[in-house]
Structures are given as structure tokens and as C-alpha cells.
Nanobody
Framework: VQLQASGGGLVQAGGSLRLSCAASGRTFSSYIMGWFRQAPGKEREFVAAISWYGGSVYYADSVKGRFTISRDDAKNMVYLQMHSLKPEDTAVYYC?????????????????WGQGTQVTVSS
């Protein structure tokens, strides 16, 4: 599976962005898809994940109610809709893919990673 993230940019606090992740591979729909982020000087952290076929979604407490993850298996796409953005959301955002059964919130369990897209939220 190859992943390509896009959609990052500069936005004011309170604004919105939608990140997209394009995936290649015939077995895309069977993978857990996740979004992680890494701010300067900090460790990579879990943001959101969606199970294979979109049956379940998971969020970090810090983004719950503001971010929505979704997937379109027909298009091999995963999205992260972000609303009410805060300066602390500033980070490089990565999409990742993991096989079923992988711990959802642990980055070490994900096998494939996109290149990252920068999100900057100004105050």
C-alpha cells in the first residue's frame, strides 16, 4: 500500500481544513486507516482511525467532536475533516495503514505511511 497525504495549509484558529489520503493497492479496504500528527519537538501522536470497511471510528480525546475521519473504499481515499482548529493542532499530519488486529492507537503497529502534510493554525 502506498499513501499520499494532501490538504494541509495555514488556517486561522477556529477555521477548518480537510486532509485527504490517496492509497494504492487492491486490498485497501481491508486495512485500518489512521491519521497521526507530529509537532516540532514532540512525539508522533494518534489522531484518528477508521476500521476496515468503515465500521468503527476512533479519536484522540484532544480532537473528539472537532475532527471526523471517513473513507471511500471505491476511490481508495481516506479523509480527515478538521473543524474548530486550535494553534495546538499545528503539526505534520500523516496517514497510515495497518492490518486488521493492529492496536489502533499505536503508531508502531502501522505498516505503511504517507509523506505527511503540514497543518499550521495561527492564533
Amino acid at each position: 500500500v502506498q499513501l499520499q497525504a494532501s490538504g494541509g495549509g495555514l488556517v486561522q484558529a477556529g477555521g477548518s481544513l480537510r486532509l485527504s489520503c490517496a492509497a494504492s493497492g487492491r486490498t485497501f479496504s481491508s486495512y485500518i486507516m489512521g491519521w497521526f500528527r507530529q509537532a516540532p519537538g514532540k512525539e508522533r501522536e494518534f489522531v484518528a482511525a477508521i476500521s476496515w470497511y468503515g465500521g468503527s471510528v476512533y479519536y484522540a480525546d484532544s480532537v473528539k467532536g472537532r475532527f471526523t475521519i471517513s473513507r471511500d473504499d471505491a476511490k481508495n481515499m481516506v479523509y480527515l475533516q478538521m473543524h474548530s482548529l486550535k494553534p495546538e493542532d499545528t503539526a505534520v499530519y500523516y496517514c497510515a495503514a495497518a492490518r486488521p488486529g493492529t492496536p489502533i492507537r499505536a503508531s508502531r503497529g502501522y505498516d505503511y505511511w504517507g509523506q505527511g502534510t503540514q497543518v499550521t493554525v495561527s492564533s
